[in-house]
């Protein structure tokens, strides 16, 4: 059935709203302190859920992809992408070529709050707080007191 006029008229009307909308929603997010601090704690909650939020920078990736790409077991990767929908920072897409398999890509969200930047920051802090972790085992297995200055400190209070 062909579309009249007046129908063209109601979707431009129906349209613009909606898009008026959308920047509404976005303006109030990112004036809201607090949408930001939920969705660092959203970062927060699993290791790691920041670095898969990343991965999908490029445009939907299914689970499988995922997997391979971060090296992760496969429980794990759905446990992050199920809570990530859940708080729809992503959402599950058809993939036309992969019948069968489950893809993610960001929402609007990104958009709105810039989510892969406040991702980029947790992800950052998580890789940081792991080097410490490892460093301190490594000296720890080696002998070294993990709370001593490094060694290149050693010697500067004129005990040399």
């Known amino acids: 059935m062909p579309e009249t006029p007046h129908a063209q008229q109601d979707i431009a009307y129906i349209r613009t709203h909606v898009e008026q909308l959308e920047q509404m929603v976005a303006f109030e997010m990112r004036a ?16 790691r859920t ?25 429980s794990k990767v759905s446990k ?3 809570e990530l929908q859940d708080v729809g920072f992503v959402a599950e897409v058809a993939t036309p070529d992969k019948p069968g398999q489950r893809s993610f890509a ?4 990104e958009r709105y709050l810039g989510l892969s930047k406040l991702a980029r920051n947790v992800d950052r802090d998580e890789k940081a707080a792991k080097k410490k972790v490892v460093a301190a085992t490594v000296g720890q297995a080696k002998g070294e007191d993990p709370a001593a200055p490094p060694s290149s ?5 004129g005990d040399s």
């Open 80 to 82: 992050i992408c199920n």
């Open 32 to 47: 809201n302190p607090a949408a930001r601090e939920q969705a660092i704690e959203a970062f927060k909650r699993r290791p």
């Open 153 to 157: 400190e050693a010697g500067k209070d």
């Open 106 to 109: 960001w929402t609007a969200f």
């Open 50 to 74: 920041a670095e898969l939020y990343l991965a999908l920078e490029d445009g939907p990736a299914t689970q499988k992809d995922l997997i391979a790409r971060l090296s992760m077991d496969k």
